[in-house]
Protein backbone atom coordinates (compact mmCIF):
# COMPACT_ATOMS: atom_id res chain seq x y z
CA UNK A 1 0.00 0.00 0.00
CA UNK A 2 1.67 3.26 -1.17
CA UNK A 3 -0.59 5.93 -0.12
CA UNK A 4 -1.36 6.66 -3.79
CA UNK A 5 -5.03 6.13 -5.26
CA UNK A 6 -6.25 5.76 -8.94
CA UNK A 7 -9.17 5.89 -10.22
CA UNK A 8 -11.09 4.03 -11.72
CA UNK A 9 -9.28 0.62 -12.30
CA UNK A 10 -10.55 -0.65 -15.01
CA UNK A 11 -12.50 1.53 -18.62
CA UNK A 12 -13.28 0.90 -21.56
CA UNK A 13 -13.79 3.41 -24.52
CA UNK A 14 -14.04 3.53 -28.57
CA UNK A 15 -12.24 5.46 -30.41
CA UNK A 16 -12.36 9.24 -30.72
CA UNK A 17 -13.74 9.48 -27.21
CA UNK A 18 -12.42 11.49 -24.36
CA UNK A 19 -11.25 9.91 -20.81
CA UNK A 20 -9.98 11.25 -17.59
CA UNK A 21 -8.07 9.10 -15.35
CA UNK A 22 -7.31 10.14 -11.54
CA UNK A 23 -4.51 10.14 -8.78
CA UNK A 24 -4.65 11.18 -5.23
CA UNK A 25 -1.46 11.29 -4.15
CA UNK A 26 -0.17 10.48 -1.12
CA UNK A 27 -0.51 12.86 2.51
CA UNK A 28 2.10 15.41 2.11
CA UNK A 29 3.11 14.62 -1.63
CA UNK A 30 2.93 17.68 -3.94
CA UNK A 31 4.30 16.43 -6.86
CA UNK A 32 2.94 14.01 -9.01
CA UNK A 33 3.99 12.19 -12.33
CA UNK A 34 1.83 9.98 -15.02
CA UNK A 35 3.29 7.14 -16.94
CA UNK A 36 1.64 4.99 -19.56
CA UNK A 37 2.78 1.62 -19.71
CA UNK A 38 1.60 -0.42 -22.84
CA UNK A 39 1.44 -4.19 -22.59
CA UNK A 40 4.74 -6.11 -22.46
CA UNK A 41 6.75 -2.81 -22.27
CA UNK A 42 8.64 -0.26 -19.74
CA UNK A 43 6.35 2.64 -18.51
CA UNK A 44 6.95 5.74 -20.12
CA UNK A 45 6.96 9.24 -18.87
CA UNK A 46 3.65 11.52 -19.85
CA UNK A 47 4.48 14.47 -17.75
CA UNK A 48 4.99 15.31 -14.07
CA UNK A 49 2.80 18.08 -12.13
CA UNK A 50 4.36 20.39 -9.54
CA UNK A 51 2.29 22.71 -7.22
CA UNK A 52 -0.38 22.50 -10.06
CA UNK A 53 1.97 23.58 -12.79
CA UNK A 54 3.54 20.91 -15.66
CA UNK A 55 7.14 20.38 -14.65
CA UNK A 56 8.50 18.48 -17.61
CA UNK A 57 6.90 16.63 -20.41
CA UNK A 58 7.77 13.30 -22.13
CA UNK A 59 7.09 12.55 -25.80
CA UNK A 60 3.41 12.16 -26.05
CA UNK A 61 1.09 14.55 -27.89
CA UNK A 62 -1.13 17.66 -27.04
CA UNK A 63 -4.26 15.44 -26.34
CA UNK A 64 -2.59 14.10 -23.21
CA UNK A 65 -3.15 16.81 -20.97
CA UNK A 66 -3.39 17.17 -17.09
CA UNK A 67 -4.51 19.23 -14.26
CA UNK A 68 -2.63 19.06 -10.88
CA UNK A 69 -5.70 20.51 -7.86
CA UNK A 70 -4.72 22.75 -4.92
CA UNK A 71 -5.57 19.14 -2.92
CA UNK A 72 -1.86 17.62 -5.14
CA UNK A 73 -4.87 15.08 -6.19
CA UNK A 74 -4.65 14.68 -10.25
CA UNK A 75 -6.27 14.21 -13.45
CA UNK A 76 -4.93 12.84 -16.94
CA UNK A 77 -6.70 13.74 -19.69
CA UNK A 78 -6.52 12.02 -23.19
CA UNK A 79 -8.63 13.46 -26.14
CA UNK A 80 -9.39 11.66 -29.58
CA UNK A 81 -8.44 8.70 -28.20
CA UNK A 82 -6.62 6.09 -30.57
CA UNK A 83 -6.34 1.92 -30.32
CA UNK A 84 -2.75 2.64 -29.74
CA UNK A 85 -3.98 4.34 -26.19
CA UNK A 86 -4.88 1.05 -24.58
CA UNK A 87 -2.53 0.79 -21.60
CA UNK A 88 -1.68 0.69 -17.84
CA UNK A 89 -2.09 4.57 -16.69
CA UNK A 90 0.37 4.99 -13.58
CA UNK A 91 0.53 8.00 -11.38
CA UNK A 92 3.72 8.26 -8.70
CA UNK A 93 3.66 10.69 -6.08
CA UNK A 94 6.53 12.38 -3.80
CA UNK A 95 6.60 14.83 -1.52
CA UNK A 96 8.92 17.56 -3.61
CA UNK A 97 11.24 18.40 -6.06
CA UNK A 98 13.86 17.86 -4.08
CA UNK A 99 13.30 14.49 -2.80
CA UNK A 100 15.96 11.35 -3.59
CA UNK A 101 14.00 8.17 -2.39
CA UNK A 102 11.83 5.51 -3.55
CA UNK A 103 9.17 6.60 -6.19
CA UNK A 104 5.87 4.72 -5.06
CA UNK A 105 3.19 4.33 -7.82
CA UNK A 106 -0.34 3.80 -7.56
CA UNK A 107 -2.22 0.59 -8.69
CA UNK A 108 -2.80 2.09 -12.13
CA UNK A 109 -6.01 2.70 -14.45
CA UNK A 110 -6.36 0.53 -17.58
CA UNK A 111 -7.59 1.80 -20.18
CA UNK A 112 -9.01 -0.23 -23.14
CA UNK A 113 -9.77 1.73 -26.93
CA UNK A 114 -11.79 -0.67 -29.15
CA UNK B 1 18.34 10.24 -26.23
CA UNK B 2 18.41 8.47 -23.08
CA UNK B 3 18.40 4.68 -23.65
CA UNK B 4 17.97 2.00 -20.93
CA UNK B 5 18.78 -1.20 -21.48
CA UNK B 6 18.52 -4.61 -20.12
CA UNK B 7 19.32 -7.62 -20.78
CA UNK B 8 18.52 -10.68 -20.82
CA UNK B 9 14.95 -9.68 -22.05
CA UNK B 10 13.77 -12.85 -20.29
CA UNK B 11 14.83 -15.48 -18.05
CA UNK B 12 14.24 -18.86 -16.89
CA UNK B 13 15.97 -20.25 -13.83
CA UNK B 14 15.67 -23.05 -11.86
CA UNK B 15 15.28 -23.01 -7.98
CA UNK B 16 18.18 -22.63 -6.02
CA UNK B 17 20.48 -20.73 -8.94
CA UNK B 18 21.59 -17.48 -9.33
CA UNK B 19 21.59 -15.55 -11.86
CA UNK B 20 22.41 -11.47 -12.40
CA UNK B 21 20.01 -8.72 -14.72
CA UNK B 22 21.92 -6.34 -15.91
CA UNK B 23 20.98 -2.69 -16.96
CA UNK B 24 22.90 -0.06 -19.13
CA UNK B 25 21.95 3.49 -19.36
CA UNK B 26 23.44 5.99 -22.20
CA UNK B 27 24.00 8.95 -20.54
CA UNK B 28 24.92 10.18 -16.87
CA UNK B 29 22.44 10.30 -14.03
CA UNK B 30 22.59 10.10 -10.27
CA UNK B 31 19.36 8.05 -9.45
CA UNK B 32 18.80 4.46 -10.42
CA UNK B 33 15.76 2.49 -9.57
CA UNK B 34 14.70 -0.80 -9.79
CA UNK B 35 10.84 -2.39 -10.15
CA UNK B 36 9.42 -5.04 -9.68
CA UNK B 37 5.53 -5.92 -11.50
CA UNK B 38 3.84 -8.68 -11.09
CA UNK B 39 1.02 -9.52 -13.79
CA UNK B 40 -1.63 -7.06 -13.89
CA UNK B 41 -0.42 -5.08 -11.02
CA UNK B 42 1.54 -1.86 -10.58
CA UNK B 43 5.11 -1.55 -9.97
CA UNK B 44 6.26 -2.24 -6.46
CA UNK B 45 10.12 -0.34 -5.47
CA UNK B 46 12.63 -2.51 -4.89
CA UNK B 47 15.95 -0.29 -4.58
CA UNK B 48 17.18 3.20 -5.04
CA UNK B 49 20.72 3.32 -5.67
CA UNK B 50 22.19 7.47 -5.79
CA UNK B 51 25.34 6.67 -5.85
CA UNK B 52 28.62 5.31 -7.35
CA UNK B 53 29.34 2.09 -5.74
CA UNK B 54 26.13 1.78 -4.18
CA UNK B 55 25.46 -1.47 -2.91
CA UNK B 56 21.87 -2.60 -1.64
CA UNK B 57 20.21 -6.12 -0.74
CA UNK B 58 17.08 -7.19 0.51
CA UNK B 59 16.50 -10.84 0.56
CA UNK B 60 17.83 -12.73 -2.07
CA UNK B 61 18.07 -9.54 -4.22
CA UNK B 62 20.95 -7.42 -4.32
CA UNK B 63 21.39 -4.62 -6.85
CA UNK B 64 24.77 -2.51 -7.03
CA UNK B 65 25.42 0.62 -9.26
CA UNK B 66 28.19 1.87 -11.66
CA UNK B 67 28.05 5.44 -12.35
CA UNK B 68 31.13 5.61 -14.48
CA UNK B 69 30.67 2.20 -16.48
CA UNK B 70 26.54 3.22 -16.42
CA UNK B 71 25.59 0.18 -15.37
CA UNK B 72 23.74 -1.32 -12.68
CA UNK B 73 23.23 -5.07 -11.66
CA UNK B 74 20.19 -6.78 -10.10
CA UNK B 75 21.84 -10.14 -8.53
CA UNK B 76 19.66 -13.25 -7.98
CA UNK B 77 20.64 -15.81 -5.07
CA UNK B 78 19.12 -18.98 -4.54
CA UNK B 79 16.20 -18.23 -6.79
CA UNK B 80 12.65 -19.19 -4.99
CA UNK B 81 9.66 -19.80 -7.46
CA UNK B 82 8.15 -16.62 -5.50
CA UNK B 83 10.33 -14.09 -7.53
CA UNK B 84 8.82 -15.03 -10.63
CA UNK B 85 7.89 -11.46 -11.69
CA UNK B 86 8.94 -8.75 -14.10
CA UNK B 87 12.12 -6.42 -13.57
CA UNK B 88 12.58 -2.94 -14.58
CA UNK B 89 15.61 -0.75 -14.01
CA UNK B 90 14.87 2.63 -14.50
CA UNK B 91 16.89 6.02 -14.31
CA UNK B 92 16.07 9.19 -13.49
CA UNK B 93 16.40 12.38 -15.94
CA UNK B 94 15.27 15.09 -13.61
CA UNK B 95 17.44 18.04 -13.21
CA UNK B 96 16.97 18.99 -10.09
CA UNK B 97 13.56 17.23 -9.25
CA UNK B 98 12.71 13.71 -9.33
CA UNK B 99 10.18 11.72 -11.26
CA UNK B 100 11.12 11.60 -15.48
CA UNK B 101 11.55 8.02 -15.57
CA UNK B 102 13.03 6.34 -18.25
CA UNK B 103 13.02 3.11 -17.87
CA UNK B 104 14.07 -0.64 -19.21
CA UNK B 105 11.78 -2.96 -21.12
CA UNK B 106 12.00 -5.03 -18.02
CA UNK B 107 13.56 -9.02 -17.78
CA UNK B 108 10.82 -11.56 -17.17
CA UNK B 109 11.71 -13.91 -14.86
CA UNK B 110 10.43 -16.95 -14.34
CA UNK B 111 11.63 -19.88 -11.62
CA UNK B 112 11.02 -23.54 -11.98
CA UNK B 113 11.18 -25.99 -9.53
Known amino acids: ETGVTQSPTHLIKTRGQQVTLRCSSQSGHNTVSWYQQALGQGPQFIFQYYREEENGRGNFPPRFSGLQFPNYSSELNVNALELDDSALYLC?????????????FGEGSRLTVL | ELKVEQNPLFLSMQEGKNYTIYCNYSTTSDRLYWYRQDPGKSLESLFVLLSNGAVKQEGRLMASLDTKARLSTLHITAAVHDLSATYFC?????????????FGKGTKLSVKP
Open chain 2, 90 to 102: AVDMSRGSQGNLI
Open chain 1, 92 to 104: ASSPGLAYTGELF
